[in-house]
Structures are given as structure tokens and as C-alpha cells.
């Protein structure tokens, strides 16, 4: 599916300026000439939501290297791990937080109108897919995160079924409330939304309430929603709750202006939902795996049912095993970093689960083990 905007329409608002789709091209693309020139196969970044996220983001498949996003709330432990598991020879970063690696060559780069300082890393030769573009860290059962490898192919096929799926709703200014380097946000709050030709707003998460893995300012977030004004957001079930539980001591609503909130990562419960709708919050739920490439199903207006996780995304398809496992294909994984097992045509999701007689999706538990807590954090009991 081709994007349908044109050059100068607004593609990003990080609260400092606005950035059309022409400029964002020609950010990624200075990006992308000086990736080549360094020689650079697969590149890193630690920074939180910006322009030169997004722009570091496309100059990586622009230039054919692998991008790695990593994310802030990760521990060091977890980041030394995401590096050099997937042989990472460039990270990119704010000076401040390159400080942490004084060893490392660096050099600093103008990217969207942010400073950043790109480190050399030893880097080393990975097995990995060919057709890799990106690899995506699950928060991990233990402190070593896991390697989703992701094709455009399978990002590319997400992202329109969203697009197809949302097209009713007119969605025109969404605002990233959850890291980028979080595969939900990355596909469903930035992929989806440009290629509509909506407004992503890109603000530093602080100002959205958000710190660390798990801190989260419901007051904070209220005000920013109140003041952007956006029609869509994706939150996780434990954001929903805080501004429920905030909205509801208060006497305050949820602005006028939304038309959806997903709300994914964990379970979220229809007592959470009618009460957050109750409040002005038009909240659905969703879900989804980094092994599918993020979003498979999702409850929308007009095709809603409490208590489900939604129906099959145009790109999904779903299935339930004879042990009441759920089983996804239609945008899968290349594979997982290291591993040269073959990707099933069908993935077993490790989600225990039934589809009803009208297609919604329920997710009755997990087949093994395993605690997902309500800000998406898989942890092992």
C-alpha cells in the first residue's frame, strides 16, 4: 500500500516544530549516505521518542542496515546483552547517555535537528535472516532478551492492515504514547499512522508522565492528551487504569477529540474498559506478539465484544490448536537472533485461547509459566 500525502504535509509534531514528509526524507536520507560511508551493517539506538528517532528509523532501511532499537527502561545488563548479541557496530544516542561507553569512538551528528553522538562498537559477524531489517528485544523471562528478526515485508503488512481496518475512524493526529522502540509503537503508532498521512506527535516521554519501566504520572499524561488533542493513542493497561483512577478522582473527562485508544501488552479486562469509557476514554483492546510483527486482532467501533481481544486484522490469520493454543500466520518473524530454526507457517503463540462463532478473539492464559504485568513486562514466576 503506497503512503497518500503529499510532500509538504505534516508528518511529525514534537511540540518544537513541525516536520513534513519532504524534510523527514531528507533528514533520513543525510542519515542513511553516512551510514553507507561508515561501512555500518547493523546500527543501534537508545533514545527516547523524537524526530531523529523516526529519522534514524527510516535511514536504517534506507540504507539496508539492520536496526536495533533499544529501550530506555532496559537495565545496562539488558543492553550490553541486545549489543552485542546482535553485533551492533554503531549506536546512536544523546551525548549524555554515550558517556556510559568512554571507550568508544564517537562522533557527533546533526539528525533532525537533535545532537547525537554515533559510538563505534567492535561489533562482530551475527547469524541472522538475510532479509532481517530490524530486530525487536522481548523484555525477556529472564535478564537476557530475546531477538525477534523483522522483515519489511512482515512490518509492511501490519501496518496496512491497520490502515485498511482503521479507515472508518479518519484518524488524522495520533500521539505516541509509548516508546518507539517498543514494536507496537513503532508499527501500529508510527508505520500505520504516516502512511495515511496522519500527524505523528513525538514528544520526549517524560511530558507524556512516563519514566523508567514502570513509572507513569497520570496527571502529567492527562494534561499533554489535553493539550495535543489527538485522535488516537496506544496505551498499556496499567496507563489505562492510572488515568481512569485519575480521571475518576478528579471529576475530570478524557478530551472530545479521541476516536480510539488500543489499549495492548497485557490483559486488560472488561471492568477496566466500561469504566474507562465511562470516562470519556473510547478504549479497546488488542493483541499481539513481536513473533507476528506486533497488532494480529483488535476490537474496534463497530465491531466490538467485551471481554475479547478483537477480530483478525486484515493481514492476520488465527487459528486454535487441539490443546487450546493460539496459533498465528500472515506476518511472521524471519526467525530469532542466533537461532536457525525454521518459522513455522504457523506460530504457536504460547497464548492459551478460542475464537467465537462471530470471529473475536478471548485469551483464556498462557500455555507455560509465565507473568505478563500490566506495562507488558514478561516475567518468569
Same mark, same amino acid.
Given at each position: 500500500?503506497?503512503?497518500?500525502?503529499?510532500?509538504?504535509?505534516?508528518?511529525?509534531?514534537?511540540?518544537?516544530?513541525?516536520?513534513?514528509?519532504?524534510?523527514?526524507?531528507?533528514?533520513?536520507?543525510?542519515?542513511?549516505?553516512?551510514?553507507?560511508?561508515?561501512?555500518?551493517?547493523?546500527?543501534?539506538?537508545?533514545?527516547?521518542?523524537?524526530?531523529?528517532?523516526?529519522?534514524?528509523?527510516?535511514?536504517?532501511?534506507?540504507?539496508?542496515?539492520?536496526?536495533?532499537?533499544?529501550?530506555?527502561?532496559?537495565?545496562?545488563?539488558?543492553?550490553?546483552?541486545?549489543?552485542?548479541?546482535?553485533?551492533?557496530?554503531?549506536?546512536?544516542?544523546?551525548?549524555?547517555?554515550?558517556?556510559?561507553?568512554?571507550?568508544?569512538?564517537?562522533?557527533?551528528?546533526?539528525?533532525?535537528?537533535?545532537?547525537?553522538?554515533?559510538?563505534?562498537?567492535?561489533?562482530?559477524?551475527?547469524?541472522?535472516?538475510?532479509?532481517?531489517?530490524?530486530?525487536?528485544?522481548?523484555?525477556?523471562?529472564?535478564?537476557?532478551?530475546?531477538?525477534?528478526?523483522?522483515?519489511?515485508?512482515?512490518?509492511?503488512?501490519?501496518?496496512?492492515?491497520?490502515?485498511?481496518?482503521?479507515?472508518?475512524?479518519?484518524?488524522?493526529?495520533?500521539?505516541?504514547?509509548?516508546?518507539?522502540?517498543?514494536?507496537?509503537?513503532?508499527?501500529?503508532?508510527?508505520?500505520?499512522?504516516?502512511?495515511?498521512?496522519?500527524?505523528?506527535?513525538?514528544?520526549?516521554?517524560?511530558?507524556?508522565?512516563?519514566?523508567?519501566?514502570?513509572?507513569?504520572?497520570?496527571?502529567?499524561?492527562?494534561?499533554?492528551?489535553?493539550?495535543?488533542?489527538?485522535?488516537?493513542?496506544?496505551?498499556?493497561?496499567?496507563?489505562?487504569?492510572?488515568?481512569?483512577?485519575?480521571?475518576?478522582?478528579?471529576?475530570?473527562?478524557? =478530551? *472530545? %477529540?479521541?476516536?480510539?485508544?488500543?489499549? /495492548?501488552? &497485557?490483559?486488560?479486562? @472488561? #471492568? +477496566?474498559?466500561?469504566? $474507562?469509557?465511562?470516562?470519556?476514554?473510547?478504549?479497546?483492546?488488542?493483541?499481539?506478539?513481536?513473533?507476528?510483527?506486533?497488532?494480529?486482532?483488535?476490537?474496534? =467501533? *463497530? %465491531?466490538?465484544?467485551?471481554?475479547?481481544? /478483537?477480530? &483478525?486484522?486484515?493481514? @492476520? #490469520? +488465527?487459528?486454535?490448536? $487441539?490443546?487450546?493454543?493460539?496459533?498465528?500466520?500472515?506476518?511472521?518473524?524471519?526467525?530469532?537472533?542466533?537461532?536457525?530454526?525454521?518459522?513455522?507457517?504457523?506460530?504457536?503463540?504460547?497464548?492459551?485461547?478460542?475464537?467465537?462463532?462471530?470471529?473475536?478473539?478471548?485469551?483464556?492464559?498462557?500455555?507455560?509459566?509465565?507473568?505478563?504485568?500490566?506495562?507488558?513486562?514478561?516475567?518468569?514466576?
Amino acid at each position: 500500500m503506497s503512503m497518500r500525502h503529499s510532500p509538504d504535509a505534516v508528518a511529525l509534531d514534537d511540540g518544537q516544530r513541525r516536520w513534513t514528509f519532504a524534510e523527514l526524507q531528507t533528514q533520513a536520507a543525510a542519515l542513511a549516505d553516512r551510514l553507507k560511508e561508515q561501512g555500518i551493517r547493523v546500527l543501534a539506538t537508545l533514545m527516547d521518542n523524537s524526530p531523529s528517532w523516526v529519522a534514524a528509523d527510516k535511514a536504517a532501511l534506507r540504507a539496508g542496515v539492520v536496526h536495533v532499537p533499544l529501550p530506555a527502561f532496559f537495565t545496562p545488563e539488558q543492553i550490553r546483552h541486545a549489543l552485542a548479541a546482535s553485533g551492533a557496530e554503531a549506536l546512536l544516542a544523546l551525548p549524555q547517555v554515550a558517556a556510559r561507553w568512554p571507550e568508544a569512538p564517537s562522533m557527533d551528528i546533526d539528525v533532525a535537528g537533535q545532537v547525537l553522538a554515533m559510538l563505534r562498537l567492535p561489533g562482530r559477524t551475527v547469524s541472522m535472516p538475510a532479509d532481517t531489517v530490524k530486530i525487536t528485544f522481548t523484555s525477556g523471562t529472564t535478564g537476557a532478551p530475546k531477538g525477534v528478526c523483522l522483515t519489511g515485508a512482515a512490518m509492511d503488512r501490519v501496518a496496512d492492515g491497520l490502515v485498511q481496518a482503521m479507515e472508518p475512524l479518519d484518524i488524522r493526529r495520533h500521539l505516541c504514547a509509548l516508546p518507539f522502540a517498543v514494536l507496537l509503537e513503532n508499527v501500529a503508532g508510527l508505520m500505520a499512522p504516516l502512511r495515511r498521512a496522519a500527524t505523528c506527535v513525538t514528544l520526549p516521554l517524560e511530558s507524556l508522565g512516563l519514566s523508567g519501566s514502570s513509572a507513569f504520572d497520570a496527571r502529567r499524561f492527562h494534561e499533554t492528551v489535553v493539550q495535543q488533542q489527538p485522535d488516537s493513542l496506544i496505551l498499556l493497561p496499567q496507563m489505562l487504569r492510572a488515568w481512569a483512577a485519575w480521571l475518576a478522582q478528579s471529576g475530570e473527562r478524557a =478530551p *472530545g %477529540s479521541l476516536k480510539l485508544v488500543a489499549v /495492548g501488552g &497485557a490483559a486488560v479486562g @472488561a #471492568r +477496566l474498559l466500561a469504566s $474507562a469509557r465511562a470516562l470519556g476514554i473510547p478504549a479497546f483492546e488488542g493483541y499481539g506478539l513481536s513473533e507476528g510483527a506486533s497488532v494480529q486482532t483488535l476490537n474496534l =467501533p *463497530g %465491531s466490538d465484544r467485551a471481554g475479547s481481544a /478483537g477480530r &483478525a486484522l486484515p493481514h @492476520a #490469520r +488465527l487459528r486454535v490448536a $487441539a490443546d487450546g493454543e493460539i496459533e498465528v500466520a500472515g506476518s511472521l518473524f524471519a526467525g530469532y537472533l542466533g537461532d536457525d530454526s525454521p518459522v513455522p507457517a504457523w506460530w504457536p503463540t504460547g497464548d492459551l485461547g478460542r475464537i467465537d462463532a462471530d470471529g473475536f478473539l478471548h485469551i483464556d492464559g498462557r500455555k507455560k509459566n509465565l507473568l505478563v504485568t500490566a506495562f507488558g513486562r514478561n516475567v518468569s514466576p
